[in-house]
């Protein structure tokens, strides 16, 4: 466990879309049937805590010291982060974790796991991005302020925009409300240390994205590559690698920026059947579950030097 007490010289940031992670019970006021035993995807308690502890080596291969701050999406509440944080592979890693409570209908939310010894929130709030027409409720923006060594103060938002299902143009303007809300907390906040992060289900070049950096943010990630040299990118679609997680930084960062890449560790990725080449090795194809699968997203990796 010798790996845990090591202090690194960097802040390392980790941020993942977890790809359905679920518990395995009902919950009377969520959308969550089908990640039950009697659902389409049958799916139980061992299935349940495989995926934790992959989810847990994932996040442990993403980089040579325990990673400080990890910011994920698509966790279902807080008995999945408690049995993540305290009951899988990472149960000696000593994270404490933060989450949002959103109005999604499927139950899906945003959350931090922290190291305390590194990072001291002060405090968090839950933005709420209000609804346009057609546009169902969606997973609210978690806001941490925190202390992290010898930064004086740091903001440390999280995001997972609503996705691209019915269509890329009809679905625009609602991953465009998820940046105008934040871009009302964000604004007051510039000349400080700001960190953005999650699943924008957008490219860098997409509306919503570059609406962000034209607000003093600056996008870090937009050409980080797989560290083994496979990934072009943290998902990939048709056997296209694309980049939809991004990590924007404030300018009073940018100095510190040691590195940036996404962890494509062999074993986090297999062979495309139909394509052709390498994909992320999912838990899910379809509602066939993969016991040996991760997610269908790899993790993005940001490391600051103290």
Known sequence: ??????????????????????????????????????????????QYWNKLNRIGKEILSSSDDLPDLVALCEIENDTVMRDLS???????????????????????????????????????????????????????????????????????????????????????????QVVNTLLKVLTPLRHQH??????????????????????DVVNISKSAKGKNGTAQGTYCYQGEWHSIDHIFLSPSLIPLVSEVYINDAPFLLEDD???????????????????DGFSDHLPLVLKLKN
């Not at 802040?11 to 919950?27: G, I, M, Q, S």
């Not at 931090?112 to 969606?138: K, S, W």
């Not at 059947?273 to 016991?291: A, C, T, W």
């Open 86 to 176: 305290r009951r899988s592979l990472l149960r000696h890693a000593g994270y404490e974790y933060l989450m949002t409570e959103s109005s999604d209908l499927r139950g899906i939310d945003v959350a931090l796991l922290y190291q305390p010894t590194r990072f001291r929130p002060l405090c968090y709030e839950c933005i709420t991005v209000p609804t346009l027409a057609d546009m169902r409720p969606t997973r609210d923006i978690l806001y941490i302020k925190g202390i992290y060594q010898q930064f004086d103060t740091l903001h440390l938002f999280i995001l997972h925009a609503p996705s691209r299902f019915g269509g890329e143009p009809r679905t625009r303007p609602f991953r465009q």
């Open 1 to 46: 466990m010798m790996l845990f007490l090591l202090l690194s010289s960097f802040l390392t940031l980790v941020e993942l879309n977890c790809e359905n992670l679920f518990d395995c019970r009902h919950d009377s006021l969520k959308n969550d049937l089908e990640f039950t035993p009697d659902g389409d995807r049958h799916w139980n308690r061992t």
């Open 273 to 291: 059947p139909l394509y052709g080449g390498r994909r992320p090795r999912r838990s899910f194809n379809g509602y066939r579950y993969q016991k």
């Open 194 to 215: 700001v960190i953005v992060t999650g699943d924008f289900n957008d490219y860098a070049e997409n509306a919503a994205p570059q609406l962000l950096e034209q607000h």
